[in-house]
């Protein structure tokens, strides 16, 4: 359990900037965090990746390096938002497509100043450090279990 927790905070206890390495670290750890009820561990883990050729580059060298838990991860770029349905994880930056409010899907967005009511998870800049912001009622919403770890390493809000 020890080794799992200092895996969890290598990619937060580093100062980082914004890149795109950075956020595909911190995505690929929400991943391992959040799990689906009725999901086997050896499924697939699919990650649609809207309009960012260098997040979704970084997330599949990942991707190819490593499994969360025994999942197999397996990204997709994403430049309309049809197709989205068997994604677990969606990831936006910059601008955020409302029509997804209702998704399924955990939403991540890289927004400083995020539409709550949108985005799961919100990847934001404190301090010079990458951090975070989960809306854990929005995720419990819908009946997915987040890791205490998680809640503890990021600032709830909603």
């Known amino acids: 359990m020890l080794i799992i927790a200092s895996l969890w905070l290598i990619p937060f206890g580093a100062v980082f900037a914004q890149s795109s390495e950075t956020k595909a670290m911190f995505i690929y750890n929400f991943v391992r965090m959040i799990e689906w009820p009725g999901h086997k561990y050896n499924e697939e883990i699919v990650i649609g990746v809207y309009n960012n050729a260098g997040l979704s580059a970084e997330l599949k060298t990942i991707a190819g390096n490593t499994q969360s838990g025994q999942n197999k991860l397996r990204i997709r770029d994403l430049s309309v938002t049809s197709g989205t349905q068997d994604c ?47 809306n854990l009622k929005k995720l419990e919403r819908k009946g997915l279990y987040v890791n205490c770890m998680l809640i503890r390493m990021g600032r709830v809000i909603g």
Do not use: M
């Not at 967005?109 to 404190?126: A, H, V, Y």
């Open 88 to 134: 677990h994880f969606l990831i936006f930056t910059g601008d955020v497509i409302a029509d997804l409010v209702n998704s399924k899907s955990v939403i991540i967005t890289d927004d400083p100043e995020p539409e709550i009511f949108f985005s799961d998870i919100n990847l934001i800049q404190r301090e010079g450090r990458q951090s975070f912001e989960i």
